[in-house]
């Protein structure tokens, strides 16, 4: 399988460093997928070769972070890509807070918040695992909204540091068995996701549960939910009806009250 990849991008480029440099770009593949089809390449110099990935994967860092927040908007406006976008910002900012320290422990506690967030993003990306390359890490580096410089330093300072761990494991291993490390790699990335995926549905639920206990019931909830839509997207309500448990309607009501009490009338309510 990674001599067909391998080929392919060869016959492309027609060069073994900027067909890991291009590799490195494309999304879920990145560095870490790189630097293991070069461990499928003989004759490669590997210190080169994982510098081409370096770059590879650090083209889009200061991109996604720029776009990443103003892109969630849209996709949550438009009404095709609204579930979308609000599902992609769910599992950034469930991230987010474990990265930026929100849950300290004792040392973090003496650091700064810009701190906390520079080191937590370069230990996401440092961990040579998948899903936690420089794509993931630059749009949680945009959604934690420090300094833009910080932000893309983080990223490409881990970046390196999974590249160094990866191109040590490659370096032991002869080309003739890259297949079976790509083969380990896709395996892991299929069971982190099934593990993701349950984990972030659990503690979904469970934060659901304990938001309609805070509110009393469904309807406050929804109310509640709505009204900070609104807020976090500097948008007005002017009208939104929904039935609670009771059967009862009710209007809810967005940041600007007086322009919604005009815009709905007594009758309507």
Same mark, same amino acid.
């Given at each position: 399988?990674?001599?067909?990849?391998?080929?392919?991008?060869?016959?492309?480029?027609?060069?073994?460093?900027?067909?890991?440099?291009?590799?490195?770009?494309?999304?879920?593949?990145?560095?870490?997928? $790189?630097? #293991?089809? =070069?461990?499928? =390449?003989?004759?490669?110099?590997? #210190?080169?070769?994982?510098?081409?990935?370096?770059?590879?994967?650090?083209?889009?860092?200061?991109?996604?972070?720029?776009?990443?927040?103003?892109?969630?908007?849209?996709?949550?406006?438009?009404?095709?890509?609204?579930?979308?976008?609000?599902? =992609?910002?769910?599992?950034?900012? *469930?991230?987010?807070?474990?990265?930026?320290?929100?849950?300290?422990?004792? #040392?973090?506690?003496?650091?700064?918040?810009?701190?906390?967030?520079?080191?937590?993003?370069?230990?996401?990306?440092?961990?040579?695992?998948?899903?936690?390359?420089?794509?993931?890490?630059?749009?949680?580096?945009?959604?934690?909204?420090?300094?833009?410089?910080?932000? $893309?330093?983080?990223?490409?300072?881990?970046?390196?540091?999974? $590249?160094?761990?990866?191109?040590?494991?490659?370096?032991?291993?002869?080309?003739?068995?890259?297949?079976?490390?790509?083969?380990?790699?896709?395996?892991?990335?299929?069971?982190?996701? #099934?593990?993701?995926?349950?984990?972030?549905?659990a503690k979904r639920e469970k934060?659901?549960?304990?938001?309609?206990?805070?509110?009393?019931?469904?309807?406050?909830?929804?109310?509640?939910?709505? *009204?900070?839509?609104?807020?976090?997207?500097?948008?007005?309500?002017?009208?939104?009806?929904?039935?609670?448990?009771?059967?009862?309607?009710?209007?809810?009501?967005?940041?600007? *009250?007086?322009?919604?009490?005009?815009?709905?009338?007594?009758?309507?309510?």
């Amino acid at each position: 399988m990674t001599d067909t990849i391998i080929t392919f991008f060869r016959e492309l480029t027609g060069n073994d460093y900027l067909t890991l440099f291009i590799i490195s770009i494309i999304p879920l593949v990145e560095l870490r997928g $790189a630097i #293991i089809f =070069m461990g499928g =390449m003989e004759g490669i110099n590997l #210190i080169a070769g994982m510098m081409c990935c370096v770059a590879g994967s650090s083209v889009m860092i200061i991109p996604i972070i720029l776009i990443i927040r103003p892109l969630i908007r849209k996709l949550k406006k438009s009404k095709l890509f609204s579930k979308f976008g609000k599902r =992609m910002e769910e599992n950034l900012t *469930e991230r987010a807070p474990e990265i930026s320290g929100e849950n300290e422990n004792a #040392i973090k506690k003496k650091m700064s918040l810009d701190l906390k967030k520079f080191w937590g993003t370069f230990i996401f990306v440092a961990i040579p695992l998948p899903m936690t390359g420089s794509w993931t890490g630059s749009a949680i580096g945009g959604i934690l909204d420090f300094k833009l410089w910080k932000a $893309a330093l983080a990223v490409f300072l881990g970046n390196l540091v999974a $590249a160094g761990i990866l191109t040590v494991i490659v370096a032991f291993v002869p080309p003739k068995y890259a297949d079976f490390v790509l083969y380990g790699f896709i395996i892991l990335a299929i069971a982190l996701c #099934i593990s993701l995926y349950f984990s972030r549905a659990a503690k979904r639920e469970k934060k659901v549960a304990k938001e309609k206990d805070k509110y009393g019931n469904r309807s406050l909830y929804e109310l509640a939910k709505l *009204e900070q839509e609104a807020n976090e997207n500097g948008e007005v309500l002017i009208k939104k009806e929904y039935i609670d448990d009771d059967g009862n309607k009710h209007i809810v009501v967005g940041n600007d *009250e007086t322009r919604n009490i005009n815009a709905v009338s007594k009758d309507e309510i």
